[in-house]
């Protein structure tokens, strides 16, 4: 070894690192499909369909791409999607956004959440957090210097206790974090949860992240009460949104933010140093494709109606139901049957029987332990099928 190696080993050596997030390690969607991959376990854990997107979207990108539609686009996202989505909020939510000043497109909904974060929080400021949460939000927090105020849903409704909210607001309180439909659980807001929101903002000058990505997955006939459809709380809302949810690609990394312009403004600051243009074909292709209306006003009924298939194969294993109204996920609860810690018992299921799930103590920060698993069933009826099939072989009860 040469002398000038072994001094550059001995230098890395003595370098320190003060990490900005020291308690936290690797995701639990990573380890439990690591876990399903080497256990070639059938993965209702992570959030993505195991079946084709839409033809016509896919051969819009090879289009695109064939076009010449290959180099950077605006840093704010192509100007044509930006006017589609503009055309779209104001066909759905009856707000007139501005595509130039108000919509900016980002790799992904985490990336606008991420950013819409560092953009507002300085050190100490406060961020009221629902949980069971999104398991990006306390980390995004604690980077920017804030503090996160955690308040747990009411179990097993996962509903927002308002009360509790109104209690723990301080003067360092500067944003209030929103999900619906809901990671992890599939609830949604009703019209008392925008009233008690909107009598907050009312008292208190209070930033909204309003977390949307599972926009048009909402079932049962319910309404998806988007923060862009109340002009009180949509003047201070940053509203996170996935294209990948949407339209069945979540390996494209593309979504969106919309918030008023002055907020906008502060976003796209650090938007530009941070990613500054995101994926071109797929913009070009999106613009065209987001004229097809029925591509997402009709995907509430098509995956509920996986959702609904789902749950017809549960009713054959000894897990009990707790619903979901949105989102890829659904919840069930084994308390009555079994004490075991629900890591253990999503591990367990993963290596022994072949189906990987996600243990809802993972998106508590102290680890709160309903005896809850998390399952995505947005996947092929084959693949639910054979995934309960394997799931009641179990005999754990």
């Excluded at 210097?145 to 009360?163: A, F, Q």
């Excluded at 084994?334 to 018992?345: I, T, V």
Aim: charged share 20%.
């Amino acid at each position: 070894m040469q002398c000038r190696e072994i001094i550059t080993i001995l230098y890395l050596r003595s370098m320190q690192i003060q990490s900005k997030l020291p308690d936290v390690g690797t995701t639990i969607f990573t380890v439990m499909s690591s876990l399903a991959v080497q256990h070639n376990a059938i993965n209702l854990g992570q959030g993505f369909p195991d079946f084709m997107m839409s033809e016509e979207l896919v051969s819009l990108v090879n289009t695109a791409m064939q076009q010449g539609h290959n180099q950077y686009v605006h840093m704010n996202g192509l100007p044509l999607l930006r006017e589609r989505l503009a055309e779209k909020c104001l066909k759905l939510y009856n707000n007139n956004i501005n595509p130039n000043d108000e919509i900016t497109i980002t790799p992904g909904g985490t990336y606008a959440i991420y950013t819409a974060l560092t953009a507002v929080l300085n050190k100490g400021d406060e961020v009221i957090v629902f949980e069971p949460a999104y398991d990006s939000y306390i980390p995004n927090i604690i980077i920017n210097g804030g503090v996160p105020v955690l308040i747990s849903l009411e179990y097993p409704s996962y509903r927002i206790p308002w009360d509790e909210v109104k209690a723990k607001i301080t003067s360092r309180t500067k944003m209030i974090m929103i999900n619906s439909p809901h990671n992890p659980t599939g609830m949604v807001l009703c019209e008392d949860d925008i009233i008690q929101l909107k009598e907050i903002v009312a008292q208190h000058d209070i930033f909204i992240l309003s977390d949307e990505v599972y926009e048009h997955l909402i079932f049962d006939n319910k309404l998806h009460l988007s923060m862009l459809h109340y002009p009180e709380l949509f003047e201070r809302s940053f509203i996170c949104f996935s294209f990948g949810k949407t339209h069945h690609c979540t390996g494209w990394k593309l979504g969106y933010c919309i918030a008023p312009k002055v907020l906008t403004s502060e976003f796209r600051k650090v938007h530009q140093f941070n990613c500054f243009s995101c994926n071109s074909p797929t913009q070009v292709a999106l613009s065209t494709y987001l004229q097809n209306e029925n591509a997402y006003l009709n995907l509430g009924k098509e995956i509920q109606a996986k959702r609904d298939y789902f749950r017809q194969l549960m009713l054959a294993t000894p897990f009990k139901l707790i619903p979901s109204y949105g989102s890829y996920f659904e919840c069930y609860s084994y308390e009555h049957f079994s004490n075991e810690r629900d890591f253990d018992l999503a591990v367990r299921l993963t290596k022994d029987y072949g189906i990987a799930t996600i243990p809802i103590s993972s998106f508590y920060n102290n680890k709160t332990d309903n005896k809850v698993l998390r399952f995505c069933f947005v996947k092929n009826e084959e693949t639910l099928k054979k995934a309960v099939e394997r799931l009641d072989k179990w005999q754990g009860y």
